[in-house]
């Protein structure tokens, strides 16, 4: 185990992740050039905390990481300061990667605003057209991970469910 901004990290052959309880802000995933947060508690102080987890993986690989955001049914909105700056360090990670994506998991009304509000949050960034998308569940995730970085769908959301960075729930198998 080892602590980083307060959070217990597992390592492990292929990937690491902040042990949940633990972690607050966020959890991490890794596998080859796969870079995944799942957002628990979006602030700025996470934020900030991101990019240089990002620059270690990205230098650990040797090349842009495949950066993918999950935001799951129990992470709340960021407050206009975080999305601040999640933005501008936005402009610092788009550097360090190939591609971003989010998946916003879940169909309720809220899920449906938050989609929109990232879009949004795109958009007022003048990121169109940049590598990133919003994708509609983890599924649709690894596929495009597994097209561009090659494997296995998936062989990818099984150790994504093994490591705790998605349930079976979040992919519909609960």
């Not at 990205?58 to 129990?74: E, N, Q, T, Y």
């Amino acid at each position: 185990m080892k602590t980083i901004l307060g959070a217990e990290l597992s390592l492990h052959p292929q990937w690491f992740i902040v042990d949940a309880t633990t972690a607050t802000d966020y959890q991490v995933f890794t596998d080859r050039a796969l870079f995944v947060v799942r957002w628990r508690n979006p602030t700025s102080k996470a934020a900030r905390a991101l990019t240089p987890a990002i620059q270690a993986h990205r230098s650990s690989v040797g090349k842009p990481v495949f950066f993918a955001i999950l935001i799951g049914p129990d992470c709340a909105p960021p407050s206009p300061e975080a999305r601040e700056v999640m933005l501008r360090e936005h402009d610092q990670i788009h550097e360090l990667t190939q591609a971003v994506r989010t998946v916003i998991i879940g169909g309720t009304a809220r899920q449906t605003i938050m989609r929109s509000v990232m879009t949004a949050m795109t958009l007022a960034a003048g990121l169109r057209g940049k590598p990133f998308k919003v994708d509609r569940t983890v599924q649709d995730l690894a596929k495009v991970v597994a097209q561009t970085l090659g494997g296995d769908t998936d062989a990818l959301l099984e150790k994504m469910l093994a490591s705790g960075i998605v349930s079976a729930t979040d992919l519909g198998q609960a």
